[in-house]
Every structure is written in structure tokens, then in C-alpha cells.
């Protein structure tokens, strides 16, 4: 079988080479150790010189004859068997993947004796992954898949949390987002608690522009606070006016921050909307024929 040849061949290849480069460093040594022996012990300068390289030699025997044993190891954990063994695995692979007593030992075993190499690379301009798979045997298998971007996951973030992170984001910056999503006791796609980072990717994700004072400015955003100061009212007085649908205003996560527009503030003045908030909740109050006077003494 072609996969069973061929790795017999590359196990060959490389034992050989090992095998060459044992028998160099091991004349070496021998050279060193004849070189060390012959030297006057009197000359103490280059009897430590050799002794040195003849240590230095040892020590390369060592590691290549070391390296011998694990390469003698990894080749018999990844045999790939007899070509009638591989033939009949090739008929039983989906059985065998999907058995339950097939542990991720068994199949890690069952890549290596079927795939050589996986290569990868990106494709920029179509945002895939490009895998081209090298069997044993000669089979190369291309496959393409979507690249996950930042900020993906494979649950999907609801598409309030999504909203409401695109509406706060004309008047707060990511780290501000991320405390009102927590307080709210809103999760990420994978019930994790929301971090800038997270709300960073997400708005990547999705498209969504960044916090900035210039555009919050230039577009005319302001929150509860911002806009009862501009004109001219007690936050509590604007909450009622919002309450009562006298101008737009948004509030996409319960618990966190109105966000009003400039242009959509009442044009009338503070006082004139106060006495309107007062009048609306007070029922109008009418003189009675039953009511007494109260009679004030000047003394």
C-alpha cells in the first residue's frame, strides 16, 4: 500500500541520516579522547582544551543517540499497520470515529496514521481559511471555511443587547457600555460578564461606530442631565415630559441612560413646561360653598 511504503521509507530516511551523524560524532569523540590522552600533563593550558572538546564530543554522542530512541518511538506510535489493516480501517472509519469507546487517544492515533500535514493560509480578500489537506498516500483535499472574526461567537449576542449597544454609543464610550449591559445583568453570547474589550469586538462585528465628544456634539446627543440642563429644568421634570411623549427619547437597556437628541427638546421655556408637569398631575382646584374662612386675629 502506497501510505505504508512511504512511511517506511521517510522512518528509513531519517534513522540513516541519524545514524551517519552518530558515527561522525562518535569518531570525533574517539579523536578528542586520543588527542586528550597524548598530551603532556605539564601543559595544563591545552590539556584543558581537549579535555573540553573531548566532553563536548561526548555529550554529541549523547544527544544523537538519545534522539535515535524517540525517533524509534514516534515511528512505531504512528505506524500506519499493514496494507490490510489500512483497507480494512478504510472500510470501518466512519464506525470507528463514532464508536463510544473510541477516546481522543484513538483518534488523535487515527489522524496520524491517515493525514501527513495540514496546511494553512488565509485568503484576505474573500475572509476564509484555506486548509489543503496531505493524506498518506499522495491525496491532497483542499477546503475552504469562513474566518471567525473578532468579536464572533458561536452563539449569537441578542439583537436588543446589539441595539442597545448601537444607541448608547452616541453618548458613551465602551467601557461605560459595558458597566450599563453588567448592571443590567445582561450577558455575552457565552454568559460572560461584558468587558471593553467585548463591546469593542462587538461593535466591530456589527458595524458600529465608536464614541466620540466631536460627533456626540456635532450631531446633537445629550443625556437625561445634559438635556434638563440646556433647558433650563430639574432632571425629574424632563423624565415626566418623556413619561408624558412630549419629545422623543430613547432608553435601550432598562436600568441604564436616556438618550435625547438636541433637536427633539420642546421649544417652550422651563417655566411654561414646569407649570404643564404641575397641572398635569394636580386635578384643577375649585372653590367650595362649604369651606370655611379662616379668620386671622391682629393681636
Avoid at 496494507?83 to 483518534?107: C, F, G, I, Q, S
Avoid at 489543503?132 to 483542499?142: A, D, E, K, N, S
Avoid at 465628544?213 to 440646556?230: P, R
Wanted: proline residues 4%; contains cysteine; glycine residues 4%.
Amino acid at each position: 500500500m502506497v501510505a505504508t511504503q512511504q512511511q517506511s521509507e521517510s522512518s528509513r530516511d531519517v534513522l540513516e541520516a541519524l545514524a551517519r551523524d552518530l558515527q561522525a560524532a562518535q569518531y570525533r569523540a574517539d579523536r578528542a579522547a586520543r588527542q586528550y590522552e597524548a598530551t603532556d600533563p605539564v601543559n595544563r593550558l591545552v590539556a584543558q582544551e581537549l579535555e573540553r572538546r573531548w566532553n563536548v564530543a561526548l555529550e554529541e554522542v549523547k544527544d544523537l543517540e538519545a534522539r535515535i530512541r524517540s525517533e524509534n518511538a514516534s515511528q512505531e506510535a504512528a505506524k500506519v499497520g499493514t496494507a490490510d489493516e489500512m483497507r480494512n480501517l478504510a472500510d470501518d472509519l466512519e464506525a470507528l470515529w463514532n464508536n463510544p469507546d473510541a477516546n481522543d487517544r484513538t483518534k488523535k492515533r487515527l489522524l496520524r496514521a491517515l493525514i501527513r500535514e495540514v496546511i494553512v493560509d488565509i485568503d484576505e480578500t474573500t475572509s476564509e481559511v484555506v486548509l489543503v489537506i496531505h493524506w498518506h498516500g499522495g491525496v491532497h483535499t483542499p477546503l475552504r471555511l469562513p474566518r471567525r472574526k473578532r468579536g464572533q461567537n458561536r452563539s449569537q449576542t441578542p439583537n436588543d443587547v446589539i441595539e442597545g449597544v448601537r444607541v448608547l454609543s452616541r453618548i458613551c464610550n465602551d467601557n461605560m457600555i459595558a458597566g450599563v449591559l453588567n448592571r443590567a445583568q445582561l450577558r455575552t453570547a457565552k454568559d460572560n460578564y461584558w468587558t471593553r474589550s467585548l463591546v469593542t469586538a462587538l461593535r466591530h462585528h456589527h458595524g458600529i461606530a465608536c464614541y466620540s465628544a466631536e460627533s456626540q456634539t456635532a450631531e446633537g446627543w445629550l443625556n437625561l442631565s445634559q438635556a434638563a440642563k440646556l433647558i433650563g429644568e430639574t432632571n425629574r421634570t424632563v423624565r415626566l415630559t418623556i413619561d408624558r411623549g412630549a419629545f422623543v427619547a430613547e432608553r435601550p437597556i432598562a436600568s441604564g441612560p436616556w438618550v435625547v437628541n438636541r433637536r427633539h427638546l420642546p421649544r417652550e421655556p422651563g417655566a411654561r413646561m414646569q407649570q404643564k408637569d404641575t397641572c398635569a398631575d394636580s386635578p384643577p382646584t375649585k372653590p367650595s360653598a362649604k369651606q370655611g374662612i379662616l379668620e386671622l386675629s391682629e393681636t
